[in-house]
């Protein structure tokens, strides 16, 4: 006999990050870096400083996504600007140059809470934050880890950019289709 397990009916609330969230926050980052390819101080800087990155900057916000007992579940995070330059072909890095845009980052759910709609919260908490101050919104994955692709590829409102596989991080780039303008 099989027996279907119930997702939950809500997810988990989405909430901005607080310096009360530091521990459990900087602990959850670092757990999920090794599944999302490593940890590579080029990219993960905010991860090294996040209070200096997100906390008093209207430019950027970190979301959190916590049980009640304040076990982190996942964050995400919107930062200004587009794709790294240093990594990307240089036609995306003009797609971006005269735009205000709003990069989704960090979307990192813990395996443990997965499968509960704590991605699809937080993911669409930063979408709609990102669409509210910039006129483009852009992310990319990693799509070598299992579940990412399929997870912005379902994701509505998103059109796939750029492929850039087999670069050493396997990124598909994303925008978001409709501007808020």
């Known amino acids: 006999m099989t027996v279907a397990l119930e997702r939950p009916t ?15 926050v900087e ?3 670092r757990a999920m870096l090794p599944e999302v390819g490593g940890y590579d101080p080029r990219l993960h800087a905010d991860v090294d400083d996040v209070v200096g990155t997100y906390l008093a900057r209207p ?12 076990t982190v579940l996942g964050t995400a995070s919107v930062r200004p600007g587009g794709p790294n330059p240093a990594y990307v072909p240089a036609w995306l890095t003009e797609r971006y140059a005269a735009r205000s845009v709003g990069q989704v980052c960090r979307v990192w759910v813990a ?28 992310l990319h994955t990693n799509a070598s ?3 990412a692709l399929a997870f912005w ?9 750029f492929d850039a596989r087999p670069d050493p991080y396997s990124t598909v780039h994303f925008e ?3 501007s808020r303008r």
Do not use: I, K, Y
């Open 111 to 138: 395996p443990t809470a997965r499968r509960r709609g704590v991605g699809q919260g937080l993911a669409r908490a930063a979408v709609t934050w990102a669409r509210s101050r910039f006129d483009v919104v852009c």
């Open 10 to 24: 809500t997810a988990p609330p989405v909430r901005e990050f607080t310096v009360a969230d530091l521990g459990p």
């Open 27 to 29: 602990a959850h980052m």
């Open 153 to 161: 590829r379902a994701f509505p409102g998103l059109v796939e950019v």
């Open 59 to 70: 430019d950027r916000v970190l979301l959190v996504s916590t049980d009640p007992d304040g």
């Open 145 to 147: 880890v299992p579940g």
């Open 176 to 178: 978001v289709c409709a």
